[in-house]
Structure formats: C-alpha cells, structure tokens
C-alpha cells in the first residue's frame, strides 16, 4: 500500500505463526524482503549480496535452520552505547578476532530479533534499545562469509543481517562460553585492534545511521 508520500508501507507484522502450518513464517518472510528492498535503496552497490540472500529466503523453507545447507541466515548485534562513545565486540573463541555479537537463528524467522537474543546471551547486559527507522527495522549491514568444516558440521555460508543495537557500558558484563573475552572499545581503540573490512563496514555504517537520523532505539522487545 502506498503512503501518501509515494512511499510504500511496510507489511505488517504479526505474531510468529504456529510451527508446521503451512503458512509457517510467511508474513515474517514478507517483511523481511520488504526491509531488505529499503536496505538496496540505500546501497545499491550491494545488489549481488541481496539477490544471494533473497534466493535462498524463497528457495529454501528451512533458511532459519542451522541445519539448512549449504547456508542459512544468521543474525548480528552491532552494540553501541547511549553517548555513541563506545563499541561492544567480543572476542569469538573459534576465529579467535575481536567481532560483533550474534549467531544462528535456529528458526526464528525475525533476524532483528536473532540479534537481540544473542546479544543479551553473549553479554549478560539488559535492557538493549533496537534501532528502528522509518521503513522497519532495517538491517544495518549484510554480509554472506564462508565458515569451515569442523567436527561434523560441513563448510557452509552464513547469510548475516546485523543489526544496530545501544546497551550501557556501565552494566557488568558476563562472558559466555562462546568467547575468550568481551569488552567496550572507544573508537580509537577499535581502529588499532580491528582490520577485518565486515567489521570496519559495521563501525562506519553505525556511525552514518546516527547521524542521518530518522530512526530511534526502541526499547522492551525481550
């Protein structure tokens, strides 16, 4: 339906549809590639990756699983503080890097809501704020990484939507078993720890939506 700027309403979101139905997920699947059409609009240049995650949105009715192969959509927390001062980043006990919080859905076809859980999970910290903007909760930056092979789990990709998030830093934290270590980093102390493009991509993408505006940290969704 068009708004009376021209603009396209998002679809609504209803509750999560019962497992096994055969409409399971749908409306969330709808609003995702609503979202996802708003995301291109604003990087077109990353058409590819979307047509990549698009494809397997409406090829594969398991893309929620860890099981589905080879790939299946994960969800990513870029953590902020309220004064925008500081970052959270964990340090992954498998890649051994400094990297954003998140992991895989297992189901849950809302990746806004992935991002959140597994923030709470790998941080200890409450009362997280989830970016919202005028179009949905749109995700901050898309990324399709490689993972390998290893105990019984084959190579695959992950189809990561991260999503912006704000936590106060003066929480104490609780490092989960997924990590060796977690801590906040100016930005300063970011730039000298972190090289990996997806996750510079993320600090400036972050940066740019807070100072754009439009948008606001909604609070209360856990």
């Known amino acids: 339906m068009l708004l009376g700027n021209g ?35 604003r990087y077109p240049e990353e058409g ?24 299946h959509i994960t969800g990513s927390a870029w953590i902020v503080s309220p004064d925008r001062s500081k970052y959270l980043l964990t340090r992954h006990r498998i890649f051994d890097r400094w ?32 970016f919202r903007d005028p179009d949905g909760y749109v995700p901050l930056d898309v990324d399709i990484h490689d993972i390998a092979a290893r105990y019984d789990m084959p190579a695959h990709a992950h189809y990561d939507l991260r999503y912006l998030l704000a936590a106060t830093a003066e929480q104490p934290l609780e490092i989960s078993d997924e990590s060796h270590d977690l801590r906040w980093f100016a930005r300063e ?17 972050g940066d740019d939506a807070l100072k754009r505006g439009g948008g606001d940290f909604v609070y209360g969704l856990s």
């Open 189 to 205: 102390e970011l730039l000298e720890i972190v090289h990996e493009e997806s996750v510079l991509r993320m600090l400036r993408k």
């Open 48 to 71: 590819d990756t979307l047509a990549r995650i698009r494809e397997l949105l409406a090829g594969r009715s398991d893309c929620f699983e860890r099981t589905c192969m080879p790939g």
């Open 7 to 41: 603009r396209m309403r998002p679809p609504e979101i209803r509750p999560l549809s019962t497992p096994g139905s055969e409409e399971d997920g749908q409306p969330d699947r709808e609003a995702l590639l609503y979202v996802l059409d708003q995301y291109q609009a």
């Open 99 to 130: 990297l954003q919080l998140g992991g895989h859905a297992d189901g849950c076809p809302r990746p806004h809501l992935v991002a959140l859980r597994e923030a709470e999970e790998e941080s200890g910290l409450a009362g997280f704020g989830l």
